[in-house]
């Protein structure tokens, strides 16, 4: 559907983007990951149209766009902040690209009042000014006027950025149904892992203007590529030589301590005995943080401070200042 071949950006001297290489499925949901300043959205725009790649050539359902007109890519766009025209109705926002396209006044009108309908805007709300609208009902709109016209691809960058955590979740949950519903092709960006690991098919991690890994979220989050994937990607633990010397004395594992090693979180286990091939090491419990669903302890082990997270399912509640037994399996480190 999408593939982008040897793409280079620059910006007088500086290189935004180089070697960037990406393929998106028809009706997939792709996401640009990364911290800010990365290229992931130097990417889309370059997808979109708004910037021409020095190197490189963009394709979409076999054909060269590189150097095509923005508004003759068939791609619609929704922006951070929306790009709304906040004196103007909600019907007006929506009906401004089949405008600009000249499309007949029964036709247009069918097409917003039925577009409004699947992103559940009323009749009323479609009379309203875009500012008497809240955050959530605003990037509706902004979702209405660039599925609209029926384009092949939706660009989002991103949309969620400006909302409150919970709006942001709730959101979040209704873009993926929407994409599902609509089937379209889909480019996301965000720097925010969760919203990335919850919404997308695949993702492509950007780190200073190049792709560190491409892959499924499973495969982005367990199978870190980089050091820097590794870290970028939810929280995790960085193992000091003392523990890894352990985890080899312990079991069959012949890790170099002199290499970058990581565990996740949820991949350390408190009071477990039944963990196969796993090094059980004493710690001490020296902090805890309750989150409902969770319990996030820090533990100090051979001298390291390391955390770990537990269900809240009644049967592990650790007081601080208790000696627990660790169990780490070399199986669920990633060396670097």
Same mark, same amino acid.
């Given at each position: 559907m999408i593939q982008l071949k040897d793409i280079g950006v620059k910006f007088g001297d500086f290189q935004a983007l180089k070697d960037i290489n990406i393929h998106v499925k028809e009706g997939e949901f792709f996401t640009f990951l990364g911290p800010s300043g990365c290229g992931?959205?130097?990417t889309l725009r370059t997808i979109t149209?708004?910037?021409?790649?020095?190197?490189?050539?963009v394709v979409v359902k076999g054909e060269d766009i590189?150097?095509?007109?923005?508004?003759q890519r068939n791609i619609g766009? #929704? %922006?951070?902040?929306?790009?709304?025209?906040?004196?103007? +109705?909600? !019907? $007006?926002?929506?009906?401004?690209?089949?405008?600009?396209?000249?499309?007949?006044?029964?036709?247009?009108?069918?097409?917003?009042?039925?577009?409004a309908a699947k992103v559940e805007l009323t009749d009323q709300q479609l009379m309203r000014k875009v500012a008497e609208l809240s955050g959530g009902q605003q990037q509706r709109v902004a979702i209405a006027r660039a599925l609209v016209t029926k384009p092949a691809i939706m660009c989002l960058d991103e949309p969620l950025s400006n909302l409150d955590a919970k709006l942001r979740v709730q959101l979040r949950n209704e873009l993926k149904e929407l994409q599902a519903k609509f089937g379209i092709t889909t480019i996301y960006v965000t720097h925010d892992q969760e919203e990335a690991l919850t919404l997308s098919d695949n993702?492509? #991690? %950007?780190?200073?203007?190049?792709?560190?890994?491409?892959? +499924?979220? !499973? $495969?982005?989050?367990?199978?870190?590529a980089t050091e820097f994937v590794c870290n970028f990607i939810g929280d995790i633990n960085k193992l000091e030589a003392d523990i890894i010397k352990e985890i080899n004395a312990q079991t069959n594992a012949k890790l170099d301590p002199s290499k970058a090693t990581y565990v996740r979180l949820e991949r350390i286990h408190v009071n477990e005995e039944d963990i196969p091939g796993a090094a059980q090491i004493k710690g001490e419990v020296i902090g805890r943080e309750y989150y409902g669903l969770y319990i996030k302890f820090m533990l100090k082990v051979c001298g390291q401070v390391i955390k770990c997270i537990e269900k809240n399912d009644g049967t592990k509640f650790f007081?601080?200042?208790?000696?627990?037994?660790?169990?780490?399996?070399?199986d669920n480190l990633m060396v670097y």
């Open positions: 992931k959205t130097t149209g708004f910037i021409d790649p020095c190197e490189g050539t590189t150097h095509v007109p923005v508004e766009m #929704v %922006f951070q902040n929306y790009a709304l025209f906040p004196t103007m +109705t909600v !019907y $007006e926002n929506i009906a401004f690209g089949l405008r600009v396209k000249k499309v007949p006044k029964d036709e247009l009108d069918k097409r917003v009042r039925e577009m993702i492509a #991690v %950007f780190n200073k203007g190049v792709i560190e890994q491409i892959g +499924t979220p !499973y $495969e982005i989050y367990n199978n870190s007081d601080v200042g208790e000696t627990v037994n660790v169990a780490i399996s070399p």
